[in-house]
């Protein structure tokens, strides 16, 4: 019997055991499963993400050569117009004022070239003849800048025939400082706003270096407000003039190169040559006759005297009116702009004047435009003066 009963209760205990045994394995089976479907999961979800942030990196890449290529394709751009307005100041560019006032440097790299040539007086050497042709020309450009450019077509001081207007815009536009209606609109402008914010080559407002030569290197001088020389735009053979400014300054130096090859060959005893005369004659004179000029922008508003309490800083100086033929006399000028004499009395040199009365009386240019006494003698401020 005792027997029997332990035979019944081991199975007993082995059907408990197996019970449990097949529990834990379902337990067990349960908890792998979960953690299988955990680890899918993580793995599920670190492949997106990883997925997103490459998508991310890329977009990002591609952004970055989206813009590499824009930007360089914009620089070539800008080279490109550069050179172009090189030969034909037509060229322009949509305006941006990110690059308005910087110097663009490709675009002025033939007025730096000019200055860069004149260090071939070393190797060309000196003659009085080749001199004598750079004062020459020094004179006469210099008196169609003044006398043309400035009296003439920026303020109409006076009247003369289609000719000679063309022939003077032809050889002021030989000086290298642009053609006449670029010089006057940008004149007028600053008659307009001298020594204010809005004057691009005010030394009161933007230093001396700005005012001397820095304002014309930007693209903000480039181009011409014709809507301020409606009086000049309709001349088509000025507006060639004006478009193609590098081909008369071209036009001189070979001109001159010629001559002076001539020379040497005919006439030796002037010790002169092609390369000589073109140096002296075209680079040296050309640079000093800038020079000159533009001091009545960086200088004629800072130093010498201020007879008149004009709106501006403009001031009166003997000296300056000696190197540009008359032009020193700046506050007169800015007192009176209309006049075509800016020294207004006798002791006043201005050769300008002087040169143009004489054409008056050869009946080259007439209406003279003159400084009414009351004007002249007035010392105090007046409106719009
Ligand atoms: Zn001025
Ligand atoms: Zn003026």
Redesign the pocket.
Request: aromatic share 0%; charged share 0%; no cysteine.
């Given at each position: 019997m005792s027997h029997e009963r332990t035979v019944a209760n081991a199975a007993l205990q082995a059907a408990q055991l197996e019970q449990a045994m097949a529990e834990g394995l379902q337990q067990a089976r349960r908890r792998v499963g979960a953690a299988a479907m955990q680890v899918e999961r993580g793995v599920g979800e670190a492949m997106d993400s990883a997925r997103a942030q490459m998508g991310q990196a890329a977009d990002r890449v591609e952004g970055v050569f989206d813009d590499t290529v824009s930007r360089t394709r914009g620089l070539w751009t800008r080279a490109w117009v550069a050179l172009l307005r090189w030969f034909d100041t037509s060229a322009a560019l949509p305006a941006d004022t990110a690059v308005a006032d910087r110097i663009d440097w490709l675009r002025v790299a033939p007025f730096i070239g000019l200055h860069l040539a004149c260090i071939a007086v070393f190797w060309v050497g000196f003659s009085w003849f080749a001199l004598g042709a750079a004062v020459f020309l020094y004179l006469i450009r210099m008196f169609a800048i003044t006398g043309f450019y400035?009296r003439y077509f920026?303020?109409r001081a006076f009247k003369t025939s289609r000719p000679l207007q063309f022939l003077f815009g032809m050889i002021g536009a030989s000086s290298v400082q642009r053609g006449p209606l670029w010089w006057a609109a940008h004149?007028r402008h600053?008659?307009r706003h001298s020594d204010q914010p809005g004057d691009l080559h005010s030394p009161v407002q933007h230093g001396f270096w700005r005012s001397h030569m820095g304002w014309f290197m930007t693209p903000r001088a480039f181009g011409i407000d014709f809507k301020v020389i409606p009086d000049l735009a309709r001349y088509p053979e000025l507006r060639f003039l004006d478009r193609f400014d590098i081909l008369v300054p071209v036009l001189l130096a070979a001109l001159l190169l010629w001559i002076g090859n001539l020379l040497e060959q005919y006439a030796p005893g002037l010790g002169t040559n092609g390369p000589q005369l073109l140096v002296w004659g075209f680079f040296v004179s050309t640079v000093v006759l800038f020079h000159a000029t533009v001091t009545i922008n960086s200088l004629a508003h800072v130093w010498g005297k201020r007879r008149y309490q004009t709106r501006d800083d403009s001031r009166n100086n003997f000296w300056l009116a000696l190197i540009t033929l008359g032009e020193g006399w700046h506050n007169n000028?800015h007192h009176y702009?209309a006049s075509v004499r800016q020294g207004f009395y006798w002791w006043e040199v201005d050769l300008t004047w002087y040169a143009l009365k004489l054409m008056s009386w050869c009946g080259l240019v007439w209406q003279l435009k003159p400084v009414p006494a009351r004007i002249r003698d007035a010392r105090t401020r007046r409106p719009g003066g």
């Open positions: 400035h920026s303020h004149h600053h008659h000028h702009p």
